[in-house]
């Protein structure tokens, strides 16, 4: 069964750091691209980053753009996101996606972790 | 990187069809056959439904499907049952980034 379980969040001032992981299993990870997405509180769905199997190929949202990194580490089975230079609009649902091979969609979710950016 | 653009809601009665649009551009939608669709009901993560614009994961029901013209993509729920009420987005590949819409809702009557 595939599973993915994100961690890291919690309450951080504007201007701080914060990093996120989410534990794969379930599947082959070195074999799949990965992503982070997040959801405002009562808003959609917003892409925020990808890396792609092999972690040559890394993609951001104009939003996090120099703020954020993504990484992986296939030895642990693990997806990273540091977040630095956080806003109040970055308070969100973050959201670790696993992609359905091929095909430039997310068949898997984590249940998220909550990032809050407040003084 | 605009938002894709979904009507904010739509509705229907038990057993009827419902519809729910998503309008991009060349850049995203028009460009590249990558749309692809999630259920998310509330609270919980969201759910693919449809990918490539026009293909069921296992699992999915065959009331679900999908179409693509142009720069518009649609999700259409046949035969709408009371478990489907829920958001529904979409989302295409954009050439370097992904692109969601801003969500429908879906109201059984």
């Not at chain 1, 070195?30 to 982070?36: F, G, I, L, P």
């Not at chain 1, 806003?87 to 972790?113: H, I, M, N, V």
């Not at chain 2, 490539?52 to 999908?66: I, Q």
Request: charged share 15%; proline share 4%; with cysteine.
């Amino acid at each position: 069964e595939v599973q993915l379980v994100e961690s890291g969040g919690g309450l951080v001032q504007p201007g701080g750091s914060l990093r996120l992981s989410c534990s794969a299993s379930g599947f082959t990870f070195s074999r799949h691209a990965m992503h982070w997405a997040r959801q405002a509180p009562g808003k959609g769905l917003e892409f925020v980053s990808s890396i792609n199997d092999i972690g040559d190929r890394i993609y951001y949202a104009d939003s996090v753009k120099g703020r954020f990194t993504i990484s992986r580490d296939d030895s642990k089975n693990t997806l990273y996101l540091q977040m630095s230079s956080l806003r109040s609009e970055d308070t969100a649902l973050y959201y670790c996606l696993k992609d359905l091979s091929g095909t430039y969609s997310f068949d898997y979710w984590g249940q998220g972790t909550l990032v809050t950016v407040s003084s | 990187q605009s938002a894709l653009t979904q009507p904010r809601s739509v509705s229907g009665s038990p057993g009827q069809s419902v519809t729910i649009s998503c309008t991009g551009t060349s850049s995203d939608v028009g460009g590249y056959n990558y749309v692809s669709w999630y259920q998310q009901h509330p609270g919980k993560a969201p759910k693919l439904m449809i990918y490539e614009a026009t293909k069921r994961p296992s699992g999915v029901p065959d009331r679900f499907s999908g179409s693509k013209s142009g720069n518009t993509a649609s999700l259409t729920v046949s035969g709408l049952q009371a478990e489907d009420e829920a958001d529904y987005y979409c989302s295409s590949f954009a050439g370097s980034c992904w692109v969601f819409g801003g969500g429908t809702k879906v109201t059984v009557l």
